[in-house]
């Protein structure tokens, strides 16, 4: 049995930008897990297509029950080959990436094919396939669930990293990321708590002050 995921995301460049943006999508805010990437191969066809083939490195966390079935040195790596086909005549760009270690664990394929939007040929769409399978007797469902809402909230993070690089290419100030929004709240309440705490200190000090001289004026 395998886990199928279908899904279509808009980014709203061109896209050419979006092909630009995809060569310098890492590093990101978004993207910390990935660790290294490699050309491991890369033509121009005949017909002038471009193909080509990348190594990736990611940090890929396990359920804690699976990594006793793997060294510690590699439990937490995975490495992944990424390969595309670029045709600029009819503004298309098809990705297929899976995973070359941990195969026996889990197998997660994804294909994507960016293309010019339908409805507005100033946007891209992103047109998403998954498969995640495994062949670990006994718990291979739950590991393709954990894969499947894995992947699931990883597509999220990799839009949101796609559009963090066609801000900066267009030079445009990219939007926060949740950290930076989270610090900035924490900082703006401590300094709100800060000026609640002076304004009491000045309100107490100002009403002990009063009462003294209520005192004074009865004595």
Known sequence: MVKYFLGQSVLRSSWGQVFAAFWQRYPNPYSKHV??????HREVTPDQKLLSRRLLT????MPRWAERFFPANVAHSVYIL???????????MTTFTWNINHARLMVVEERCVYCVNPKNSGWTEIRREAWVSSSLFGVSRAVQEFGLARFKSNVTKTIK??????????????SKTHVETVKEATEKAKETALAATEK??????????????QQQHYV
């Open 35 to 40: 660790l290294t990437k490699d050309i491991v």
């Open 58 to 61: 990611k940090t890929n966390r």
């Open 82 to 92: 990424e390969d595309f086909t670029v045709d600029p005549q009819n503004q298309t």
């Open 161 to 174: 990293g796609f559009e963090y690089i066609l801000a900066k290419l267009q030079g445009e100030a990219p």
């Open 200 to 213: 009491a200190k000045d309100l107490a000090s100002k009403a002990a002050t009063k009462k003294q001289q």
